[in-house]
């Protein structure tokens, strides 16, 4: 089977660094994805990572280590308008169309 | 701004109606998926079509039946359903099945 864990909630200040983290275990690895929720609204695509290190994009990084079954999303110069879910999901050789979800990290900034 | 549109956006009906979800994509994708999101759980998905083509039904009752007539459009008929199966229903499609997936806003499901 598949597990796949990330924090349930998460609160950081404006202007600061966040880094949430996410684990999986399974096995035929392929890829690992994050999307963002807001509230009521669709998950957005952020990144997307297959080879280890870290893929910045923005105040957006990904980071993957396939040796360890981890992947982290960091947020740099956090703004109010980043309040939302953040959803890790893994997909698996020969299956790329199955996404397997987290439950997603709530991640609140605060002034 | 998204190019995958989901009608309605809410809907409320009873254990015995039947009803149908709207997905439409306009980004020229190949594949659509739907999933199923219930609150402090994970997305499920539920069904994949590529080219028009169901390609994965994962254990999803029967109450549950898609369609996907051209490869723009996706509907789920609904009939029979029960309190459990009050949920967010989203939409997505890809270019195809490695590329990742583009959402749409769901359709708020409530059952009485």
Redesign the interface.
Known sequence: GQN?DQPTEMTATEGAIVQINCTYQTSGFNGL?W?QQHA??????LS?NVLDGLEEKGRFSSFLSRSKGYSYLLLKELQMKDSASY?C?VSRSGT?????????TRLQVTL | E?G?TQTPRHLVMGMTNKKSLKCEQHLGHN?M?WYKQSA??????MF?Y?LEER??NNSVPSRFSPECPNSSHLFLHLHTLQPEDSALY?CAS?QD??Q???????TRLSIL
């Open positions: 796949i994805f999307y009521g609204e669709a998950p957005t695509f997307y959803l999901a790329a169309s199955k996404l397997t979800f987290g439950t997603g | 998204t995958v594949a998926y402090k759980k994970p997305l499920e998905l994949v590529s390609v994965e989203l890809s099945r490695e990742p997936q583009h959402f749409g806003d769901g």
